[in-house]
């Protein structure tokens, strides 16, 4: 399988907990993105990574969540603290660079915050 | 701020019949778009888009059809099939790529 990958599916924490969730990307994706989708809503954008630099972080993306992309592969969102909020399903895409390219999503991790 | 807009969040046809679904935006500098679908707790899967300098693009049953002057695009299905019931979103991205906006989504049922 060579489509983006998550991990875990899904979580459940309680409230005050920390949780971290991965992403592998297509394996020749330069670009990396994470969203954040709750019920009845569009994905809304979190943060954006070009190889390894992170290059936008959205007004959303509160203190409490750090993302990375160490060596321009994998990446890691952090959640610290969680509060009930935060439970939605977290996305995360990837796409080569260059204009007018699509963006390949994740299954998806869906948090839970209890 | 919704730069991204899908006014009609549900739509129902009949099978063998058209599907049009419709989005608005309203940032100028938008210039490439997309639609996705997606199935409950599934990420959403990748149909179809069009870059600016088009007004229409296709890809067998799909048909996306762009008007700049209105800021209007719209996702034709023919024939619809069951298997098209799904939540269609609407996205927009600028000449950066750094991100996509998305719509709200639509919710399409093709009734067999």
């Known amino acids: 399988d060579t489509g983006v990958s998550q991990d875990p599916r899904h979580k459940i924490t309680k409230r005050g907990q920390n949780v971290t969730f991965r992403c592998d990307p297509i394996s020749e994706h330069n670009r990396l993105y994470w969203y954040r989708q709750t019920l009845g809503q569009g994905p809304e954008f979190l943060t954006y990574f070009q190889n390894e630099a992170q290059l936008e972080k959205s007004r959303l993306l509160s203190d409490r969540f750090s993302a990375e992309r160490p060596k321009g592969s994998f990446s890691t969102l952090e959640i610290q603290r969680t509060e009930q909020g935060d439970s939605a399903m977290y996305l995360c895409a990837s796409s080569l660079l260059g204009f007018d390219t699509e963006a390949f999503f994740g299954q998806g991790t869906r948090l839970t915050v209890v | 701020d919704q730069q991204v807009k899908q006014n009609s969040p549900s739509l129902s046809v009949q099978e063998g019949r058209i599907s049009i679904l419709n989005c608005d935006y309203t940032n100028s500098m938008f210039d490439y778009f997309l639609w996705y679908k997606k199935y409950p707790a599934e990420g959403p899967t990748f149909l179809i888009s069009?870059?600016?300098?088009?007004d229409k693009n296709e890809d067998g049953r799909f048909t996306v059809f762009l008007n700049k002057s209105a800021k209007h695009l719209s996702l034709h299905i023919v024939p619809s099939q069951p298997g098209d019931s799904a939540v269609y979103f609407c996205?927009?991205?600028?000449?950066?790529?750094?991100?996509?906006?998305f719509g709200t989504g639509t919710s399409l049922t093709v009734i067999p």
């Open positions: 069009i870059s600016s300098i088009k």
């Open positions: 996205a927009a991205s600028g000449e950066t790529g750094n991100q996509f906006y």
